[in-house]
């Protein structure tokens, strides 16, 4: 039986994003999975993912760690002896794919997304591209999760022909599935994400202020991890009545139910928004910024509003035109969500592309 090992820097992305894949390449291929250890490691083992538990500095720049990563998938890689090696996120993709080239072994790469070491211009961003230019030259195939990514790299001259274009990671429609629109007076928004600057949490809050201070019948929801210095902020609002902050969630279908519109005002750099595609598959309006990752998923004022990022103002005024929408013009809203995301985003198309790619290379 052929093998698959895969390389990626979470668990949790892992499960939640590519749960799927998974679940149909254990039926035909071994797979091995490299991940940090976690939560989500009993449930991937669970679906017949074989663990090999490996330490990543996510957001580390020390390059005697890096440097240990690269070892760890060269032995890594002559132990399990793969067919074919699917890696995701910057340090697998760079490491994974440097070490994969040294091994000799084929390769497919994802870009989740730039980071803000690529798309933001300076030393790091030159260290990390030609890093990237040599860690893919041998990739099969680069999989892009948007256009405005895969020119980048095209631009920078770091790949030239062997890249294809996803709908990001796709979202599961029968888990995901169209939920009835709450019919309740008060409007409920969820923000779902990592409480962090580039998510966008201070246009968030400062609008959720304004809003919930000139309609009282508003209340804003906050869910995720708080990942930067936001925890006394939060706390101030939420008693002052202006925010309800949940931390974060297994299971976020609980807080769609009851909601009316998700905003995510976010100027990160994305590679497809995954929380966008889940609250447009449950039939919920989508409120976000004109960026790569998020306004593919949005047809302006057929299923939410774009909003220029880090402009409070504009939030807020899309917030607005959106209350000021009778139910079933808000309803309707998510309906034309849920409509788009069964068109160009079932995460079928994805397994589909990565069967495709691997019987090729593994012939």
């Known amino acids: 039986m052929a093998r698959i090992l895969i390389l990626a820097n979470n668990d949790i992305g892992l499960y939640k994003f590519r749960k799927e894949l998974i679940e149909e390449l254990v039926k035909t291929y071994e797979v091995y999975a490299s991940v940090p250890s976690g939560e989500f490691i009993p449930k991937l083992a669970e679906i017949g993912c074989n ?32 067919d074919v090696v699917l890696t995701y996120t910057i340090k697998p993709n760079v490491y994974g794919g440097l070490a994969c080239r040294l091994s000799k072994v084929p390769y497919i790469t994802n870009i989740t997304g730039l980071g803000t070491a690529v798309e933001n211009e300076g030393v790091f961003q030159k260290i990390t591209l030609s890093l990237y230019k040599a860690a893919l030259k041998k990739s099969k195939c680069v999989f ?26 796709g979202v599961n429609l029968e888990y995901y599935s169209l939920l009835d629109y ?26 959720a202020e304004y809003i919930r201070n000139k309609y009282p019948n508003t209340i804003f929801h906050i869910l995720g991890y708080c990942e930067q210095d936001y925890e006394e902020r939060l706390k101030e609002l939420q008693n002052k009545g202006i925010i309800q902050y949940h931390g974060m969630q297994n299971d976020v279908r609980e807080f769609h139910k009851i909601s009316h519109c998700t905003i995510h005002p976010t100027y990160y750099p994305e590679g497809m928004s995954n ?23 949005i047809d302006n004022e057929v299923n939410g509003y774009i909003v220029e990022q880090q402009n409070t103002q504009d939030l807020i005024n899309k917030i607005e035109s959106f209350l000021n929408l009778n139910y079933d013009g808000k309803k309707q809203m998510g309906l034309e969500g849920r409509k788009k995301v069964i068109n160009e985003f079932d995460r079928q198309i994805v397994i589909d592309a990565y069967f495709e790619e691997i019987k090729s290379t593994i012939k």
Do not use: H
């Open 51 to 82: 663990i090999i538990e490996t330490p990543i500095s996510r957001r580390g720049t020390n390059p005697i760690t890096d440097l240990n990563l690269l070892r760890e998938y060269l032995r890594i890689i002559k132990k399990i002896k793969p």
């Open 144 to 169: 892009f999760q948007n256009k405005d990514n895969e020119k980048f790299f095209i631009n920078k001259k770091i790949i030239s022909d062997n890249y294809r274009l996803l709908p990001g990671s």
């Open 182 to 207: 709450p019919a309740n007076k008060s409007i409920n928004f969820l923000f779902v994400s990592r409480v962090m600057k580039e998510k966008g949490i201070d246009q968030f809050l400062e609008a």
């Open 275 to 297: 929380v966008l595609l889940e609250s447009a598959a449950c039939g919920r309006p989508i409120i976000t910024t004109n960026r790569a990752g998020c306004r593919e998923i």
